[in-house]
C-alpha cells in the first residue's frame, strides 16, 4: 500500500472514531520505553515516529525529554497538539514522510509504536539508514513492531510483520537489551494481532 492510499486510509479511521481513545493502537506507553528511559538522570531528546495523538509523546515530555513527533495525518497531529497542551507540555510536532525527517543533531531516544510495519517495503532500507543517523551514540530505540501475519492470511495488503530473529538482523549492530509481546485487537477481518517490544541500544 502507497503511502497516499495509507494516509487517506487513517485520515478516514480518525474521522469515523467516536473519540481518538477509541483506536486500536491509543495505549500507554510500553513498559519497555519505561524501562529504557529510567536510567536518564539528565533532560536528552526523543524521537516518536508515527506519533499518531501523542500519548508517548507527552508522556516522553513529561519526563523532561525534549520530544519531537512526525505523523502523516493531520488529525492525528491536531489530536496530539490538543494532547500535549491539556498536559501543560511542548512537543514539537510535523507532518511528514518519516523517511524524509532530517534531524539537525541525534536523539538519545527514539520510539517506532506501530510506524515501521505501516511503511511500503521500499522504504524500509531508508528507514534503517535514517536510524542511524537519528539515533546517537549509547541511545535507545524501542520497537512495537506486528509479529505475525493474522489470520486472515489471504489479504494481499497490510501491515509488514517481523519474527524476532529478523528484527535482531535487521538492526544490527544494535544490541537488543529485552524483548517483550503485546497484542492489539485490530477490526475484522485482520482480529487480534501479536506484536514484539524490542529495546535495543546503539553502542557507544
Known amino acids: 500500500m502507497d503511502l497516499n492510499l495509507q494516509r487517506a486510509v487513517f485520515t478516514r479511521l480518525y474521522r469515523r472514531v467516536p473519540t481518538v481513545e477509541a483506536l486500536p493502537w491509543h495505549r500507554e506507553p510500553p513498559a519497555l520505553l519505561e524501562r529504557a528511559i529510567a536510567p ?4 536528552g531528546r526523543a524521537l516518536d515516529l508515527g506519533c499518531g495523538q501523542g500519548v508517548h509523546a507527552v508522556f516522553l515530555a513529561q519526563q ?3 520530544v519531537v513527533g512526525l505523523d502523516f495525518v493531520p488529525a492525528a497531529l491536531a489530536a496530539a497538539r490538543t494532547r500535549a497542551q491539556l498536559a501543560g507540555v511542548e512537543v514539537d510536532l510535523r507532518e511528514c514522510d518519516v523517511v524524509d525527517y532530517e534531524a ?3 536523539f538519545d531516544v527514539v520510539l517506532d509504536s506501530g510506524c515501521l510495519h505501516h511503511l511500503p517495503k521500499g522504504k524500509v532500507g531508508a528507514y534503517r539508514r535514517r536510524l542511524d543517523e537519528w539515533l546517537a551514540p549509547g541511545g535507545d530505540y524501542v520497537l512495537v513492531h506486528f509479529a505475525h501475519r493474522p ?3 489471504w489479504i494481499p495488503k497490510g501491515p509488514s510483520h517481523l519474527t ?3 528484527a535482531v538482523a535487521l538492526f544490527a549492530p544494535l544490541e537488543l537489551r529485552a524483548y517483550d509481546e503485546t497484542h492489539f485487537d485490530v477490526p475484522l477481518p485482520m482480529g487480534r494481532m501479536r506484536a514484539g517490544v524490542y529495546w535495543f ?3 557507544l
Open 40 to 43: 536518564w538522570t539528565r533532560p
Open 64 to 66: 523532561g525529554f525534549s
Open 151 to 153: 489470520r486472515a492470511f
Open 164 to 166: 524476532r530473529d529478523e
Open 104 to 106: 539537525p543533531s541525534p
Open 201 to 203: 541500544s546503539r553502542p
